[in-house]
């Protein structure tokens, strides 16, 4: 009787039909064949991947291959690429059930969602006037990744929440908001913000939260959302690959020589900082200072985000630890008190706490981006310099640092427009009944999209006489006998 | 009595000896020590790792150490470092109790193996005529690693059915039959086979194939060949690090330039598009939906595969996205139908599905490579760069497309040969009764060739008065208390 | 009543208070301030990591922004980062109960570590004698993450019986005697040690032991001393990183060109030939040939410490065979013999065995140094190849490979001597009573500084009727039943 009602409850007397058979397939099939075919219209190699490189080459003066930008950039490459599959799919495995959901909706919506970058970042952004072609290089496949990246973030706010056709709608949307958000504070601004500050931190987690707000489940059956020894090691994993490799993406489009060089010492010092003082805080923060895993795995990354716009400027080396050093303590604290209360009072559940590794760090990087840039000097980088670093050329030859600053200001308030504004429409479309989203006592459980391998429990009957031949495992028939009794 | 005939059937009244204490030791030993041997008789530096270096530099002009072959090569070196040992080592941890044989084993014939084909191909391809020696650098080693790939693939099929010393011996023929089947197709065909769709996957995944169906065993226990919850979760970290470095193994020893950068985009957008399309089939083909963890963790790998001949041609974005599609398409597929049908029809027992992950989309590969090669025209490469692509100088400088078309073709004709033809042989070698292969009754068990930890319930005791200290352990306790009453 | 008393035992009547909740916290803030403070006042951005490195370019003729030495060396420092935080830190997962531990406090002091090496290396070795600033780019991080790589080691020997506020004192003094150890040995000794044998590995090991030594506990519990079945496969993470990387360790601050290429091909040899020897050895040990996860994990990389000092050298290939043979049988040997044997008589508790794995073969490793360099010579070298080589510039333009095979025995003793007197006074430092540590008791065990989440069999309650939906939960079912009958 009460598994019964346990079954009614949990199963059949709920609308939610979690059912994805026709929906994934389809999503996948139509949106993998519109790609290949709107790659067929527009997409061919830029002049450096091209079978033409040798002729560009001579036609340039360019005397080596190793001037093909591949060789500045494909390092750096690498290491986004495994920052955005392993580094975020890891760190979303912490969950006790649902590392699978974790890791592979994560892969499964990158893989889409760095394909619709190239094409629509390459309608803003690349566009050759002479044949209307986009042509892409090592630079779009970063771009790609890192538009990518805002989707992720967004998705940290909604996992175990959602289902893989919602995921896939959410960055269908989510890849062309990006796109125009950066054509405006990058273009139309003139903005820099090599590693998303705002671009992709701010507007990633700000687009989640909102989606997350709009969805929310005012039931919401925690007992799975939370972890177990094995699964908080797992997420180490993506934790320690994202901290490794952000002065790779904070520098991975950066200018060639110094400006590479700056971000990547910037946002090395910054993330090394941001470590203290999480343990610090962390450690103050509970019974006999214990430290909370949860604090570990994602404050200690908020310094490189609080990096991202101002990485490649002067900012100085005590200047990065300095952000960091505030970027832990803020991020912690966000975990330790605004999560919860955000939860409680303002209807948004944010299960990996983006707002507090991406939203609030991002805009603290926009603040801190807008003052360096407000306060660059000639005397601080030289002339040159000056102008590199800003790229005050062109049409912009004549603006000031000062005015720089006032419009990566303005920057991020585009970026928080488009999270907020754009969150909400997605939102409102997402909870239209049709796409396959589990129930509330389902949620957190990879049992509903997954076929999940029996427990390791189940295996006895070959243990029982393994255990005569190794001689050592009296423990676990013990076990076995008593369950059988 | 029940007990002691379990224990009869599983241990003591067996033919099969696994105990590898002399046989293991002595042909680490032996190998290892031929090795040195052999290197010290012809194994030298190249004229890029040699310390005349300086001088060689002077001699040929070259102004800068940047154009030492080192920095063109040796971040792609590592990214296929990494596919062979972290790539290939977990992909193979999927197994509920054979974690440590497939990602230790993997080590061991992996590090025999890259110094084996050092040497092998070195005669094959790297002997200096002026003084008989091998000389080797960054190339080299990239090439090593391939050759190993080769084996590791072939012990993908055969993963928890065969001993460490069988390993070791199908790694001891592997080589040298890759090493002639290479310098076949690559040197006396003359064919581009960048990524190795032929060279590496058709010829390991047939080799690994035919030497399990001589080694089929009937009354395989199958209570073991399957994953568990943590397993899966350990697998997708080989699965991630293969399909995120895939874009380096295709690229590695293309050439400079162009070459190596449109290697990257190529496969780049072909394992996107596998991805989707695997989702795709996995979830249309299971009840409500569910996804298998066995098709992502593979079959999202199949469009690089098929990349690995035409990765360095002009085979355009959205041509690399279609062949994507297929593989992924027909990878999954292969597990849902192929496999299965291998095994009861064919006699062919494949652990971790080579036949669908490498030796099918391998043959994929090298036709799509033939195609693009014979399609290959002046207009898109341009004059240079199709003398480059496909080096049509010295001997071959009058090869049309269309003509070398046709080698491609016969390469891998030569692939297959070699794989089956060679792994029939070495099948027969490793049926000899004296390798220390498992019984069927102890196959994908890491009791046999490891010395397993005690699980982790074997600890309660501990755990009892920690309970008190930190107060929130009461479910173990319970548990403690039942399991002793 | 025996819960009474073993609680009392556990917790409540021992001197040791592990609690950190004032001293972690005061710990991190205080050095984290301090050194935004000493970067505030010391540090800057050095020529080519500066805003004026296009004036610096024209100044000195570089014609293009491929020479900043960021493109020479920045493939190289991530793969040493990796090393540093996912290969330590995951190398120390393998207890069953310490991964947090383990990976966390890794994380800890390498953050806080190489912020201090930074400023202390740059005291002695980059001041700008200009104007008193050190000046920063990327070789000063790869020598910090280095620097703190002896810490690390040196927290293997410790791994579960010191609380984080010791490692932060650790790491704390350790830093300053690196440096001014490596100071004296590579300074003023003028010594040849790319991959730091002599000034990371014998030093850290041996800094690590003496610690160990001081703070012996007489009656350590060793329940928790071991790994489960998934902490070993975490470990093999650690392994692999470290062990695919360190030709990047050993070649990371070589000299451009040649240098960098033959230390790589050096490294990667001996490490193959390590794998052999070692797997070797450990079947040999046991009954009927199972291997031991531990010498796996641990001696296969004992190859590459031991090639340390030499990898620049011109060694030959099979030079660096012989050297990675002898050490992958030395270190295993060291695992089975002598660690239980320091244990026993020397009073020296080794937890992760960094005498197998560092102090030994850095101490072999300084030999082999010290020969080849004995044995150098012009027509193996080519005169400017050995100029280069050995950097025989300057006031060492006279040295002969003879003296400086002298000279590099000389600075073995000086690694020796740092590592010893440097352990032992902050072994009795760390024996002071307000450090925190743990009772004997509670040695091995995350409670004591984490929160450790729940285990998974306490999630019984929702499975029950997801059991239902999914209809193939029955195991976890009966399990939940027997639990509570």
Known sequence: MGNCAACCRGFWCRAKNPDVRISLPAVCFVWQIAMIILFGVFVRYDEESDAHWSEYKLANNITSDIENDFYYR???????????????????????????????????????????????????????????????????????????????????????????????????????????????????????????????????????????????????????????????????????????????????????????????????????????????ISSLSAKRGKLDMVHIQNATLAGAVAMGSAAEFMITPYGSLIVGFCCGILSTFGYLVITPFMEKYMKIQDTCGVHNLHAMPGVLGAVVGAITAAAASESVYGHEGLVNTFNFKGKYAERTPATQGGFQAAGLCVALAFGIVGGAIVGLILRLPFWGDPSDDNCFDDEVYWEVPEDEESIPPILEYNSHMVGKNTDRMSNFTVEQS
């Open 74 to 280: 494909y390092p750096s490459f690498q290491d986004v690429h495994v920052m955005i599959f392993v580094g975020f799919g890891f760190l979303m495995t912490f969950l006790k059930r649902y590392s699978f959901g974790g890791v592979g909706f994560n892969f499964l919506i990158a893989a889409f969602g760095l394909q619709w970058a190239l094409l629509v970042q390459g309608w803003f952004h690349f566009l050759d006037p002479a044949d209307g072609y986009i042509k892409i290089g090592i630079e779009n496949i970063i771009n790609a990744d890192f538009c990518v990246a805002g989707c992720l973030i967004a998705y940290g706010a909604l996992l175990g929440k959602v289902s893989p056709v919602q995921l896939m709608v959410l960055t269908l949307f989510g890849i062309p908001l990006f796109a125009v958000e950066e054509y405006i504070i990058l273009h139309v601004f003139h903005v820099r913000d090599a590693g998303g500050s705002m671009v992709i931190h701010t507007f990633g987690g700000y687009y989640g939260l909102t989606i997350s707000w709009i969805l929310y489940r005012p039931k919401l059956d925690k007992r799975l959302n939370g972890s177990v020894y094995q699964s908080d090691v797992f997420a180490m994993i993506g934790t320690l690959f994202l901290w490794m490799f952000w002065p790779s993406f904070n520098s991975a489009i950066s200018d060639h020589g110094d400006g590479q060089h700056r971000a990547v010492i910037n946002t090395y010092l910054a993330l090394a900082s941001s470590v203290l003082t999480t343990f610090a």
